[in-house]
C-alpha cells in the first residue's frame, strides 16, 4: 500500500493571491489571462523584525510568508520536532546582481556583506528556521520545473521515516528580469499577449512569475477528523483507482512535451474520465513552486470542496473533456514534469471520518 | 531492519592532488596545497591564499574554465569513484551533490556581460541553476537513477551523504554516489572577503591567532552501497559510513551559534544513528574553518558530547591544507576521514602551533601522528543558515 503523510497547514504567495481561501475565486476571475509577474506587496509574517525583513531577498521575504503561514496553520511555531525542506530553481538572482554591481563599480572590497549573506542559496531556509524555531534539520534542494514536487516527497519521505516528527516544504521564486532575459535569449519565454492557456495551440514559452507555497506534513496517524493526505508516488503502477482530478504543470516551456506524456499515461489506467487542470494559467511559470501551487490547489478541491474550471484542451492531446467546473473530487493527481523529462507523481487524497 | 552502508569507492580532487594516493601522501608528509593566487586582477583582496587544484590534474585556468570549472572536477571525481569502486559507466545508482553555487563563475560573467552590454552567451542559462552540473555530469558517465542536487551552504556534500546513508540503509535503494563539489570562483572570496573572514595568510584553526578561511576548491564522490549489493559483486569496503545527524540552529544566518546547539544535537542524533556513544568515538575530524565563531561553536559542542575525554580523542582540521571547500568540504572531510582510518593517521591542523587557551581539553593534532586503530571518526560540517551534520566514519569489518 502507497504510504502517505497529512497535510496539516498550507501557506502561499502569488502576484493574484496570498490566501488558498481565496485562490479558486481569483482562479475563475482570469479566465486564463496571462498572468500578473510580481507580487506588489509582499506581508510581513506575524512578528517578523522589519529591518531583517528589509535585508531580506526578495525571494527570501516570498518565502517566509508562505513557511510561516504554513507552520502558523500547523501549529509548528518553535518546533524542534519539525524539519525544512525548500526547493529552488534560480535563487535569490536580484540580491546576487546587487552584489555583482557593487563589486564591479567599487571593486571587491565594497561588494555587500548583506547582500552575500542574504543572497546564498539557502538563505530562505535560514530565514525560515530562524523565524519560525525549526531546528530538526533541513536541507535546500535545487531542481527545474518539477522541483517542489521532488521537496514534497523528502518532506513525506523524511516523516514516514522519522527523521522528523513534521516537516515543512515548499518552494519559492523571485522575478528577476536577468533571469527572465536569459530565458528570453534561448525563446522560452512567451513574448505574446493573452490568452495563455497550454495545449489551446504550439508551445509559445511560459509566462514567467514569482510565488513561494509551503506545506507542512505528518504523520497519518497524528491527525483526526478531516484531513488531507499526500503520497508521493514512485511510479503510476502505485495509482489505486481513478484520480478525479489531474492537475498538470504544462505551462508553454519545453516541460510540456513530457507533461503531455505522463497525461497520456494517465489517461490510459483510467477507466473514468478524470478533469484536468493547470495552475500555470494562473500562477504562470514559478519553476520550485509550481508543483506546489498545483499542490495547494489540489488540497483545496479537497479540502474546502472548492470548484475550478477546465479549460478546454486542444484536441491533439487525444482527450477532449468538456469544459465546465469540478466538484465533489476525492483524488486529485498532480503531474510535474522538467524540461529534461523526469517526472513526478503527487496523489492528494481525502479521509473525512474519525 | 538498517542496511549496513559500505563506502566501496571513493574520487576526490582537491588542492592537495587527485586520488587516494596523493591525498594521503599529502597527509603524511603534513603539506598544505594552499598557494596565493590573483582572482580580482590584483586588485584588494589578491593575492587570496587558496587551495586550488593543480594544474596536473586541471589543465584549465579558472579563467578559462570559468562556465564549466565545476562539471569539470565533479565530473573528474565521479569518473574515479566508479573506477575505483570497480563500476563501469552505464550503472544504475542514485547520485547525490551538495554544492553551494555549481558554476556562479560563469553567472558571474554572464552578469558583466549584460551589465557592459555584451551579448550574453544564451548557453550561461545553465548557470543560474547549480543542478546543471551534476545533470551533466551523471548523463556524461551513463548513471541512471534519481539526480539530486544539495545546497546546503557548507555543510550540503554532508547532507548528500547523509540523504544518500538514510536511503541505503531504509532499503529504499542499494546503491548511491554520493558527495559534493564546488569550484573555485571570484564571487564566494569576494563574498567571504566582504563579511571579512578571508585571511591574508595560511588558516589557523584552533589557534590564538586565527584570523579567517581560505578558500578552496575540491570534489569528491563517494560510492555508497549497502552490503549486500556489494558482497553479491564481490566488492570490499574501504569503510562504513556508520551514522549521520543533522540540526538547524535557528540562531544567526552566517554565524554559529557560540553555544554550539547545531553541532551538538547533529553530532549527538549522528552517534545514535550509528547505535554508538561518545566512548565509540576515536577521533574527530572538524569543520574547522579558523574562524572565530566557527571554531568556538564546534568546541563547546565536542565538549558538551565528550565531556572530559575529549582531551583523549585526536582531533584536527584539514583546512589548512585543502582551503575551505564549500559545498565540496563534508564528503573532502569525509574522504580524509577514510584515509585517516585506513592509514592510522591523524592529519595535522597545520599553521596552528599556537592553540587558542580557550579551548582548553580539545587535543588538536598540530602535526601528523601515527595512530593504533581507530574504530570510528566524527565529521563535522557547518554551514550558513545555521545548518549542522555529522557523519560518522567506521573502519571497515575485518570479515569484508
Known amino acids: ?354 | 531492519m538498517a542496511h549496513e552502508v559500505w563506502i566501496t569507492g571513493i574520487g576526490v580532487v582537491s588542492a592537495l592532488g587527485a586520488g587516494y594516493e596523493e591525498h594521503a601522501e599529502a597527509l603524511r608528509m603534513g603539506r598544505s596545497g594552499l598557494v596565493p593566487h590573483e582572482l580580482f586582477g590584483g586588485r584588494e583582496p589578491d593575492p587570496c591564499v587558496c587551495g586550488i587544484v593543480p594544474h596536473r590534474c586541471m589543465p584549465h585556468s579558472i579563467e578559462e574554465s570559468a562556465g564549466i570549472r565545476a562539471d569539470l572536477l565533479l565530473d573528474f571525481a565521479l569518473r574515479q569513484a566508479l573506477v575505483s569502486a570497480g563500476l563501469g559507466a552505464g550503472i544504475h545508482a542514485d547520485i547525490i551533490a551538495g554544492t553551494t553555487l555549481g558554476n556562479m563563475h560563469g553567472a558571474t560573467r554572464y552578469y558583466s556581460n549584460v551589465r557592459e552590454g555584451r551579448p550574453a552567451d544564451p548557453s550561461l542559462v545553465r548557470h543560474f541553476l547549480p543542478c546543471m552540473p551534476l545533470a551533466w555530469a551523471a548523463r556524461h558517465n551513463g548513471i541512471a537513477g534519481r539526480r539530486l542536487t544539495v545546497c546546503s551552504a557548507c555543510a550540503s556534500s554532508n547532507a548528500a551523504l547523509g540523504l544518500a546513508f538514510r536511503r541505503i540503509s531504509r532499503g529504499q535503494c542499494s546503491r548511491a554516489i554520493a558527495g559534493g563539489f564546488d569550484a573555485m570562483s571570484p564571487f564566494v572570496a569576494a563574498g567571504f572577503n566582504s563579511l571579512r573572514l578571508i585571511s591574508a595568510v595560511p588558516c589557523k584553526p584552533f589557534a590564538r591567532d586565527r584570523n579567517g578561511l581560505n578558500p578552496g576548491e575540491a570534489a569528491a564522490m563517494l560510492v555508497l552501497e549497502s552490503k549486500e549489493a556489494a558482497a553479491e559483486r564481490g566488492a570490499r569496503p574501504l569503510a562504513r559510513l556508520a551514522g549521520y545527524g543533522e540540526a538547524l540552529e535557528a540562531y544567526h544566518y552566517t554565524r554559529s551559534d557560540p553555544r554550539g546547539s547545531g553541532t551538538e544535537a547533529a553530532l549527538r542524533k549522528a552517534l545514535t544513528s550509528a547505535g554508538a556513544g561518545p566512548d565509540a568515538i576515536g577521533a574527530i575530524h572538524l569543520h574547522g574553518t579558523g574562524t572565530e565563531a566557527n571554531d568556538r561553536s564546534e568546541y563547546v559542542a565536542c565538549r558538551s558530547v565528550f565531556g572530559d575525554r575529549l582531551a583523549f580523542i585526536p582531533a584536527c582540521s584539514t583546512k589548512s591544507a585543502t582551503g575551505h571547500t564549500f559545498g565540496a568540504a563534508g564528503a573532502l572531510n569525509a574522504v580524509l576521514s577514510i584515509i585517516s582510518i585506513c592509514e592510522r593517521i591523524i592529519p595535522a591542523t597545520l599553521f596552528s602551533e599556537n592553540i587558542d587557551p580557550e579551548f582548553a581539553g580539545l587535543s588538536i593534532s598540530t602535526r601528523v601522528r601515527e595512530t593504533s586503530v581507530v574504530e570510528m571518526i566524527a565529521s563535522s560540517a557547518l554551514g550558513f543558515g545555521g545548518e549542522a551534520s555529522v557523519v560518522i566514519i567506521a573502519r571497515a569489518p575485518e570479515d569484508a
Open chain 1, 1 to 354: 500500500m502507497t504510504q502517505r503523510v497529512a497535510i496539516t497547514g498550507v501557506g502561499l504567495i502569488s502576484p493574484s493571491v496570498n490566501s488558498v481561501r481565496d485562490m479558486a475565486a481569483a482562479y475563475a476571475a482570469t479566465e486564463g489571462r496571462y498572468p500578473p509577474q510580481t507580487v506588489n506587496d509582499i506581508p510581513a509574517p506575524e512578528a517578523a523584525a522589519p529591518r531583517e525583513l528589509r535585508r531580506m531577498a526578495r525571494l527570501t521575504r516570498l518565502a517566509l510568508y508562505a513557511a510561516d503561514t504554513a507552520c502558523r496553520n500547523a501549529g509548528v511555531i518553535s518546533s524542534p520536532e519539525c524539519g525544512i525542506i525548500v526547493g529552488l530553481t534560480h535563487g535569490t538572482s536580484s540580491l546576487l546582481k546587487e552584489f555583482h554591481d557593487y563589486w564591479f563599480d567599487y571593486g571587491p572590497q565594497m561588494a555587500s556583506p548583506v547582500a552575500f549573506s542574504n543572497g546564498v542559496t539557502n538563505a530562505p531556509l535560514g530565514a525560515v528556521s530562524k523565524h519560525c524555531g525549526l531546528t530538526a534539520g533541513g536541507m535546500t534542494v535545487v531542481g527545474a520545473e518539477n522541483c517542489g514536487m521532488e521537496t514534497l516527497g523528502l518532506a513525506a519521505r523524511s516523516v514516514i521515516d522519522g527523521d522528523y516528527r513534521y516537516c515543512c516544504a515548499g518552494g519559492a521564486e523571485e522575478y528577476s528580469q536577468l533571469v527572465a532575459d536569459a530565458y528570453r535569449n534561448i525563446g522560452w519565454f512567451c513574448r505574446e499577449a493573452p490568452p495563455f492557456l497550454p495545449y489551446t495551440g504550439p508551445s509559445r514559452g511560459f509566462g514567467l512569475s514569482e510565488g513561494s507555497c509551503f506545506f507542512v506534513t505528518a504523520k497519518e496517524q497524528d491527525v483526526r477528523g478531516k484531513a488531507v493526505f499526500f503520497s508521493p508516488l514512485t511510479s503510476l503502477d502505485e495509482l489505486d483507482g481513478d484520480p478525479d482530478v489531474i492537475l498538470s504543470g504544462a505551462a508553454g516551456g519545453p516541460q510540456d512535451r513530457f507533461e503531455r506524456e505522463a497525461i497520456a499515461a494517465v489517461l490510459a489506467r483510467c477507466k473514468s474520465r478524470p478533469h484536468i487542470l493547470f495552475s500555470k494559467c494562473f500562477f504562470g511559470e514559478t519553476f520550485s513552486a509550481g508543483a506546489l501551487f498545483s499542490a495547494a490547489m489540489a488540497w483545496d478541491i479537497l479540502a474546502n470542496g472548492a470548484s475550478y474550471p477546465a479549460y478546454p484542451l486542444d484536441p491533439d492531446i487525444g482527450y477532449a473533456h468538456p469544459a465546465e467546473r469540478v466538484d465533489g473530487a476525492q483524488s486529485v493527481l498532480v503531474i510535474s514534469s522538467s524540461r529534461s523529462g523526469e517526472t513526478f507523481f503527487g496523489l492528494f487524497s481525502k479521509r473525512s471520518f474519525g
